[in-house]
């Protein structure tokens, strides 16, 4: 069984403007915004990433994601000042050692993340919720 990855990531530009975006490579979506010919990133050159969470479950990334968005600026802020005090661009480590001090940041929900139920039933051809699993193996 392939092992998945999910993250839930805030890119900031240097004014602190935050976008908060999910993906399941960081690295390559990060990439990305910074290549776009136009939309939010682009406009408010938001591109340096400060901050990121990795998921095992893309229901639990959206679930967090969802959250996160809900928060006060304060609420992220302080996500954030957690594990990247100075908001240095986290990209710029990719492919490198990680340096002394840094702290990375944490799993959302600790070492052992559960999976989150769904909280509605997919459908079938005929709209018949007959087949559903709420625990995916």
Not at 105 to 121: D, K, M, T
């Amino acid at each position: 069984m392939k092992d998945h990855t999910y993250f839930v990531y805030i890119l900031a530009s240097k004014s602190r403007v935050l976008y908060i975006g999910i993906s399941n490579s960081v690295q390559r979506r990060t990439t990305e915004h910074r290549d776009e010919l136009e939309g939010f990133c682009r406009r408010y050159r938001v591109w340096r990433l400060v901050h990121y969470e990795r998921f095992h479950y893309v229901l639990n990334a959206i679930h967090r994601e969802k959250a996160v968005k809900g928060w006060s600026r304060v609420k992220k802020i302080a996500l954030i000042e957690a594990t990247n005090p100075t908001w240095e661009d986290l990209s710029q480590q990719f492919g490198s050692p990680a340096q002394l001090g840094h702290i990375p940041p944490q799993h959302f929900g600790g070492g052992n993340e559960q999976q989150i139920p769904r909280r509605c039933a997919p459908l079938d051809d005929k709209g018949d919720e007959s087949g559903y699993n709420d625990h995916d193996e």
